[in-house]
């Protein structure tokens, strides 16, 4: 096949970055880097939030990952010699752009995909700590974002105009005194919101899944003939469990303190 120079165009890996973005209703191409303190590494950690011109504090939090494209089920996949997985993008042109050449980026580009990132989880890291003590204090809206300025989980996010209340009503006490909103972490919330994840992780699971752990959990029976070819397989209930434990364990990855 032959292909011609002016259609095709090869780029450094080095000289720019491939993300993919989940279909939103947004209609932003900028985004700002912000670091937050991710809460379980506790490391800082890049985060991307779209420029906007509105003034709304309904923001999105991306975290982005780099894809790894090792398949440890294809025994014939190919790698460089620093054995990282052969991968490379091919750009086309598009209805809207059909004169613009295509590009091609290298053989090890660097790929990342940007994940819409709940910050109910660096909430809830930051108040572990509160959580252990037998007596909690209720506080103000303000109060609180005065104390995330303190916090390397938060703190990027107030110059931003981060409105936090829709997650802090889903781990937190809501109290009304003196027609004032009080906060205070709620455990029993905490549980509640942490299994319906949990659950949500479960429902989302492909139905192949099912027959990978039915085969991982087979177990060949015991038997008086060495003919015998007998196995114990799982239940449908042992599947579910092992699903949930699946769930539980992506879960960890955001709120390792609490599972």
Do not use: W
């Not at 009080?182 to 949500?200: A, C, Q, W």
Request: a negative charge.
């Amino acid at each position: 096949m032959t292909t011609d120079t002016e259609i095709l165009k090869n780029i450094d890996k080095d000289s720019l970055r491939v993300a993919f973005f989940p279909k939103t209703n947004s209609t932003s191409t900028s985004f700002k880097t912000i670091k937050l303190s991710h809460p379980t590494t506790n490391k800082p950690t890049d985060f991307l939030i779209p420029e906007t011109t509105d003034n709304s504090n309904t923001k999105t939090l991306y975290e982005i990952n780099s894809i790894d494209f090792r398949d440890s089920f294809n025994d014939k996949q190919r790698f460089t010699k620093e054995n990282k997985p052969l991968k490379s993008l091919l750009f086309t042109p598009t209805d809207k752009l059909p004169d613009q050449p295509g590009l091609i980026i290298g053989q090890t580009t660097e790929i990342y995909v940007a994940t819409e990132y709940n910050v109910v989880y660096s909430l809830l890291q930051f108040f572990i700590d509160n959580l252990k003590k037998e007596r909690q204090r209720i506080v103000t809206y303000d109060d609180l974002v005065e104390q995330f300025e303190e916090s390397e989980l938060l703190a990027s996010l107030i110059p931003l105009g981060f409105d936090f209340k829709k997650q802090l009503t889903h781990i937190c006490e809501l109290i009304e005194e003196n027609d004032e909103v009080f906060y205070k972490p709620s455990l029993e919330k905490i549980v509640s919101y942490l299994r319906s994840k949990v659950d949500k992780i479960v429902n989302q699971f492909p139905k192949s899944l099912d027959v990978k752990i039915s085969k991982k959990l087979i177990v060949p029976l015991v038997a008086s003939s060495a003919s015998s070819k007998e196995e114990l397989k799982a239940t449908d209930e042992i599947i579910r469990l092992n699903k949930v434990r699946a769930a539980v364990d992506l879960l960890s990855s955001y709120a390792d303190n609490c599972c």
